[in-house]
């Protein structure tokens, strides 16, 4: 019986990860489709970015097929498959370094009964530069550790990450590293994010290696109201800097 139920649990995802994309014949009107879409852009230069789009059904089930034609800002995306594990695959919209128009990336989509809509578009980013983030690449466990930033403009979000070198108990000459406590917090443009020397430290066992900071810019875009609900569209770009610890 158990055989049974995991041969048939194999059959069933085999066929369902082999039975290709929704046919995109099916979709006629934009209102039977969900699109996820998501852009980065470098915040030192609104050109370097990479915008990516997933379609859907209305069973959610992925659509993909190269009749239907997506364009940012009137250049035209490449539609790309890839294949994952256990003989799934995902199909997808992408295309990078697209100059922005008006100050945002604009989406249309060509369905393959060759009607035209408008999918969504976003904000471009503002720029701002990493030197902007003044801090300690190096620093100590027995101080005050601060980090500071100003004119960070669409910044809205600090993302902090810890490694943390933990000593083997068996033999105190091997030493592994996991990841310590996490923190995302809001930010504005300007700011400054202190911690006191004391909670810099953990255990006798246990000391902190790297602190990594990612400053986060992230908006949400607009979508055309007709598409199906869980629709999405975000832009974000970061500023990553890293500070070690003796």
């Keep these: 019986m158990i055989r049974f139920s995991v041969l048939l649990f194999c059959s069933y ?16 009107v934009i209102s039977e489709v969900k699109a996820e879409i998501e852009i980065y852009q470098s915040l030192t230069d609104e050109n370097d970015n990479i915008i990516t789009v997933i379609l859907y059904d209305k069973k959610n089930k992925e659509i993909g097929n190269e009749s239907i034609n997506i364009w940012v800002n009137q250049k035209e ?4 498959i890839m294949q994952n594990l256990y003989y ?10 697209v ?12 369905l393959a009964n060759g009607k035209k809509f ?12 990493p030197n902007n983030i003044i801090y300690n690449k190096e620093a100590s466990l027995n101080q005050d550790f601060s980090i500071q930033w100003s004119n960070l403009y669409d910044v809205n979000t600090l993302h902090i990450s810890k490694s943390v070198e933990v000593e083997n108990k068996q ?17 504005n443009a300007d700011g400054k994010y202190q911690i006191a020397w004391e909670k810099l430290l953990f255990n006798p066992k246990e000391k902190l290696s790297t602190m ?13 109201p007709s598409l199906l609900k869980g629709s999405s569209i975000k832009i974000w770009g970061e500023h990553q800097k890293r500070t070690s610890f003796k």
């Design 99 to 110: 100059q922005p128009k008006n100050g945002q990336y604009d989406l249309q989509i060509q």
């Design 88 to 97: 799934s695959k995902n199909y997808y919209y992408r295309i990078e370094h």
């Design 77 to 80: 995306t490449d539609y790309q």
């Design 171 to 187: 033999n105190t000459n091997i030493h592994s590293f996991i990841e310590g406590p996490t923190d995302t917090i809001k930010i």
């Design 13 to 28: 995802f085999l066929l369902y990860s082999c039975s290709g994309p929704a046919p995109a014949s099916k979709i006629t």
């Design 118 to 129: 408008f999918l969504g578009n976003a904000p471009v980013l503002a720029t701002s530069s």
């Design 212 to 224: 990594s900071f990612k400053f986060i810019a992230q908006k949400k875009g607009t979508l055309n």
